[in-house]
């Protein structure tokens, strides 16, 4: 069973590339070619989960695929996730900048489906000696529901992300 948290970094990716940010998963199973703009690579450096309702208790739900009633379980959870700007080899200071402003562009716009962008931050740009690029961290907080259903086994179906509730 997963945890729910291995979309997120995925789900952000394709987010920022549909705003027109050059996005790609850190660590991906297959080579990644050779970018020719600034490219923002998202990780996941932090999870916090916390109890949201009596055991994570938060009712049932109709599944329509089903036709069955499933009990859901979740917690509300605050990720921050690594969205560091790379240059091209060869690249310059302002390419790193304009793909930051189009990245807080994105991010002031809310996020993937699933998850509520709270807070971003970046650092200076400076020389990274290991990818031989310019490089500026970037990191934004969000809110989160890992949400999973309970079988009739009792056991739990994998987690998936879930929007904010708001209380």
Known sequence: MSAGV?????AMADYLNRQGVLAAVAWPARLRQEQKETLAVVSLRGCQAETAAFQNYLGERYDDQ????????????????????????????QAVQRAFDALAGALILGG????????????????????????????????????????????????????????
């Open 6 to 10: 291995e979309q997120v970094c995925q």
């Open 112 to 167: 993937p489906e699933g998850l509520r962008v709270e807070e971003f931050s970046c650092g200076q740009t400076a020389y990274d000696p290991d990818s031989r690029r310019l490089m500026r961290p970037v990191q934004a907080v969000c809110g989160a529901w890992l949400c999973a259903a309970g079988g009739a086994d009792g056991a739990f179906t994998d987690f998936e992300l879930r929007g904010v509730i708001e209380a």
């Open 66 to 93: 089903t036709g069955r009633w499933s009990e859901w379980y979740g917690r509300r959870a605050r990720l921050t996730l690594g969205l560091d700007l790379y240059a091209p080899e060869g690249g310059d200071g």
